[in-house]
Structure formats: structure tokens, C-alpha cells
């Protein structure tokens, strides 16, 4: 049986998903969008207790690739965020996605959530990872 090639841009946006998720416990309802308007741009995590997401690395290098990218085309972001569950709420909240559940979503399911078609999700999904990619000069 032949082995998977690791994709390296799966393996490291998988660890900024679990990494955008360990702020979820951020105090009363900040969200990463409201830490990084507070804060003028820029995002600090971290200083008491050490529980939160570390600052540096590959997980704040793709937060900013994401922010970016959101500048420019909110729905790519949107569906790169849905794709791996990166801060999801964040997606669902600002567009009013109720009811939604990642666990067990597919990607069928994440396009009908985001209101567009699941080759328009392929497409953008593509796009995200590609602007991602080159923004992390991950290619070889």
C-alpha cells in the first residue's frame, strides 16, 4: 500500500486551527476580530496564566496570511476559516449563520452554510489555500 505524501500546507493549517480555537475562551465574547481592532492591528495573546495561544510560528504567520486575504475577498477567508474550523464562530456570527455545527460537517454542508455552491466552495477554497501558500512561501 502506498503511503500519503503530507501535504505541508495541510499540516500547518491544522495546527493554526487548533490553534485559532484556543483563544475561543477568551475573555466575555472577544473575539479575534474585536482584539485586533482594539489593539490597532495587531494581536497579543497571552500574559496571564499562559493558557492562551502563544504568540509566533506558523499559526500567527497563517493568521495574518488570513486577515490579510480577508481584506481583499472576505468569502475566501470565510471559506479557508470553515474549511478547518479555524475560528468558525467568527464566520458563523458575522454572517449570521444560525444553528451551525462543525463536528461532522462536510464540505457540502459548509458551502450551504456559507450560501454558496460546493464547486463555488472548491474554487474558493482552492484560492485561499493558494494565496495562503504563497504568502508562506511554502512551494517548493
Known amino acids: 500500500m502506498a503511503r500519503r505524501k503530507v501535504d505541508t500546507l ?9 490553534w485559532s480555537c484556543a483563544d475561543q475562551s477568551a475573555p466575555a465574547g472577544r473575539s479575534m476580530l474585536a482584539k485586533l481592532i482594539d489593539n490597532k492591528g495587531e494581536l497579543f495573546f497571552g500574559g496571564g496564566g499562559g493558557g492562551g495561544p502563544q504568540a509566533g510560528g506558523i499559526e500567527c504567520a497563517i493568521e495574518a496570511a488570513v486577515l490579510s486575504l480577508f481584506a481583499t475577498d472576505p468569502l475566501n477567508a470565510d471559506v479557508l476559516r470553515m474549511e478547518y474550523n479555524a475560528a468558525w464562530w467568527l464566520v458563523a456570527a458575522r454572517r449570521e449563520i444560525e444553528n451551525y455545527d462543525p463536528r461532522g460537517a462536510d464540505q457540502y454542508s ?31
Open 10 to 18: 495541510d499540516v500547518a493549517l491544522d495546527l493554526w486551527a487548533r
Open 110 to 140: 459548509k458551502a450551504h452554510a456559507l450560501g454558496i455552491s460546493l464547486r463555488t466552495y472548491e474554487r474558493r477554497l482552492k484560492a485561499a489555500r493558494d494565496f495562503t501558500e504563497t504568502k508562506l512561501r511554502l512551494r517548493k
